[in-house]
């Protein structure tokens, strides 16, 4: 193992203004090498539970999504999933696609659809999100 990954979590979280702390560093990790976005439960099971209790992966996201670095990307049994925010932009998460036959989601980062426009008067978007469903290639 080299420590690669360290130093860049590491600059993401000082380009935030975040202390690079165990915590933050290991939430991050876990979500990078997931590739796709995991539910607080699915993130205490890759860190062990251990190390890092429940509330404090919840304060970590908490922390982590107030800089920007981590979004909600969707919902899927009653828990956000979350994922980090460099695939996407500030105004436009790529779509989600959650597979109806294994349940499995995937990122669609290469597929982008158009912003929603004109929202009724006194809305305020600020991200988009798109869920879609449907048959997984393997299921298909
Ligand atoms: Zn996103
Ligand atoms: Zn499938
Ligand atoms: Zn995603």
């Not at 979280?13 to 290991?26: I, M, N």
């Not at 509330?55 to 990307?73: D, P, Q």
């Not at 006194?122 to 469903?133: A, D, I, M």
Request: aromatic share 6%.
């Amino acid at each position: 193992m080299n420590s690669k990954p360290d130093i860049n979590v590491c600059k993401m979280l000082k380009a935030a203004r975040l202390y690079c702390t165990d915590g933050r560093v290991a939430v991050l990790k876990a979500l990078l090498r997931a590739d796709k976005p995991l539910s607080q439960d699915q993130i205490a099971k890759r860190l062990g539970k251990k190390r890092y209790n429940k509330v404090t992966i919840y304060r970590t996201l908490g922390s982590l999504s107030k800089a920007g670095l981590v979004h909600r990307a969707f919902m899927d049994k009653r828990a956000w999933h979350f994922e980090l925010a460099h695939n996407c932009t500030e105004t436009q998460c790529h779509p989600h696609f959650t597979c109806t036959s294994c349940g499995a989601t995937h990122c669609l980062t290469q597929m982008s659809l158009p912003m929603a426009k004109r929202p009724p008067k006194g809305f305020v978007v600020r991200r988009q999100q798109v869920h879609l469903e449907g048959l997984c290639p393997a299921c298909a």
